[in-house]
Every structure is written in C-alpha cells, then in structure tokens.
C-alpha cells in the first residue's frame, strides 16, 4: 500500500516553471513505476510523463516532451514533475499515481492545482 500527495501546483504566467512534487507514505515506495497525469475540466485525463522503480526509464506525453522531466529521490520517498516552458494549455490538475510491475497504476494522490496564464 502506498498513499500519495501531491503539492507544488499553483499560478504561473506563461513562459514560467514549476516544480510539482509526490510524497509517498509507503514503506515499498521505491518498487513502484510512478507516472503524472493531467485533467483538465470538461476533458479527458491524459498522461504526461512516467518513470520506473529505479529512475532509469522514463517516458513523456509528445505535448510535454523537451519541457517536463520527471524524476524521483527514493531515499525521500518524492516523485518530481520539473516542468519549464509552461503554456496555458498545461493549466489542469495534475495527479500522480503509482503501479507495482505490470499492474495499473491503482494508487493516486489527491491532485495539485497548476494554472498557467497568457
């Protein structure tokens, strides 16, 4: 069991950046694929970024990549979502979640708030 909280997220113009974070409870946090994921209101939630147990595999949604990195500190049991270059388009909730091997990623956190203005 892992319990997941995101924070970082707030207002920043266009062009700016912001450092989203995942805290995990866990004991087992460092097993995990954790990913970042995005809604925003009246759409669909689309993935952003993923990154796997031991930090050496990642991956990025063509919309982030070049502009979001993610990567984690497992002796802080912290996910990072470094996100540069913002536009207003990212303005969305934005969630993380984490997986154990091939299962679906069935632990997610609250959400954090990142709005991005023109």
């Known amino acids: 069991q892992v319990q997941l909280e995101e924070s970082g997220g707030g207002l920043v113009q266009a062009g700016g950046s912001l450092r989203l974070s995942c805290a995990a409870s866990?004991?087992?946090?460092?097993?995990?694929?954790v990913a970042w994921f995005r809604q925003a209101p009246g759409k669909e939630r689309e993935f952003v970024a993923t990154?796997?147990?031991?930090?050496?595999?990642?991956d990025y949604a063509d919309s982030v990549k070049g502009r979001f990195t993610i990567s984690r500190d497992n002796a802080r049991n912290t996910v990072y979502l470094q996100m540069n270059s913002l536009k207003p388009e990212d303005t969305a909730v934005y969630y993380c979640?984490?997986?154990?091997?091939?299962?679906?990623?069935?632990?997610w956190g609250q959400g954090t708030q990142v709005t991005v203005s023109s």
């Open positions: 979640a984490a997986g154990l091997l091939s299962f679906p990623y069935n632990n």
């Open positions: 866990g004991r087992t946090f460092s097993t995990y694929r």
């Open positions: 990154i796997n147990s031991s930090g050496k595999s990642t």
